[in-house]
């Protein structure tokens, strides 16, 4: 039990449910209009932003870094949406290709650094139990900003603004639990709760992504294992039972 610590794994929670406050409700939206690989490709992309600011020596440098990412990842989503537009039948594959392409960019920066194999594994399963409290309060005041735009506008943004608002999101989260959770946090709730509606959804999406989070947390630092590939792992089977459940009580409703 001295394995938990709160100090250490305090951050990391709060770190986690950070990350399921937009994740949730943006996974919403990515699975109704089927663009499941959005988040890999733009996490990816992103990833390589904070890749290239290391490349240039700028990594002890905060705000270039930020700059780099960002800027990387809302190009991307851009050109994500230029191409929904014009060629919307070929928009999946061409998320793929942009996945690939940025995940072999990355290979390449990283090429000849002796620490780079460390640096593309922290980039896929992420540093969450490194995170501090002053780490988390900038984006715990970016994602309140996001949320509330996202709430209250989400008719009116359109298409653009959700691209907009999808990258800054994936910037931060991606420094913060990697690849691999940004992706599982956006797909496997959204994806478990997807015969609910409304507010019963999200908060059913928020509860299980909140356990995942803690359960894999607390896993991971008990059994010395990674954190991040645990919260998948959990957050996965807890989807699974969550699915099942809430299909025999939407039949046993509908007999009814």
Known sequence: MELLDWSILGPAIIAGLLVLSTHVPLGQEVLKHGIIFID???????????LAAGVMGWEDNMWLVQVCAVSAALLASTGLNWT????????????????VLAATGSILLVAENPHGAEHLKDLLVGQILWSTWKMLA???????LLLAIWFKWQDRIGRQGF?????FVVTASVQLVGVYLVFASLIIPALATRRLHGT????????????????????????DLPTGAVAVWSMAILATITGFWLGHRIKDDSND
């Open 84 to 99: 929904e537009k014009r060629w919307p039948r070929s928009q999946e594959p061409l998320i793929g290709i942009l996945f």
């Open 138 to 144: 900038p984006i715990a005041l970016l994602y309140a």
């Open 200 to 223: 019963r959804r999200l908060m059913i999406g928020y509860l299980l992504g909140a356990v995942a989070f803690v359960l894999g947390i607390v896993l991971s630092a008990l059994f």
């Open 40 to 50: 890999l490709a733009i996490a990816q992309i992103a990833g390589l932003g904070v």
């Open 163 to 167: 691209y907009i608002i999808f990258a």
